[in-house]
């Protein structure tokens, strides 16, 4: 336990070297495993990528359908809450200028 604490408080300059020397030597010999598996591990992200942007892509097509509808829909009640304000502001201002006002 105190070769791993002396290696991180750095006071040890020879247990540093000792590392570096062995990763020297096992870094070369694991490189035919781990190039395949990193290749792996590479070939499952980019799908997962794939799937995942279209399944992003599908769900963009439906909720855009949705938006366009809630717009439409919107836009029709704007309209009509338009139309039905106009008709009761002329028939506000038409009562107006027919009654007499008192004096």
């Not at 750095?10 to 290749?39: D, F, Q, S, W, Y």
């Not at 909720?63 to 829909?73: L, M, P």
Request: charged share 25%.
């Amino acid at each position: 336990m105190s070769f791993v604490e002396d290696m991180f408080k750095g006071g040890n300059i020879v247990t540093g070297l000792a590392i570096a020397a062995g990763a020297a030597i096992v870094v070369p010999m694991m490189a035919p495993v781990l190039r395949p598996l990193a290749k792996s591990v590479i070939k499952v992200g980019l799908i997962a990528y794939d799937q995942g942007r279209d399944a992003m892509s599908a769900l963009n097509e439906r909720t855009g359908d949705i938006v366009g509808e809630a717009r439409s829909e919107l836009a029709q009640s704007r309209s009509e809450a338009e139309s039905d304000e106009s008709t009761t502001g002329s028939r506000a201002r038409r009562g107006r200028t027919e009654s007499p006002t008192p004096a």
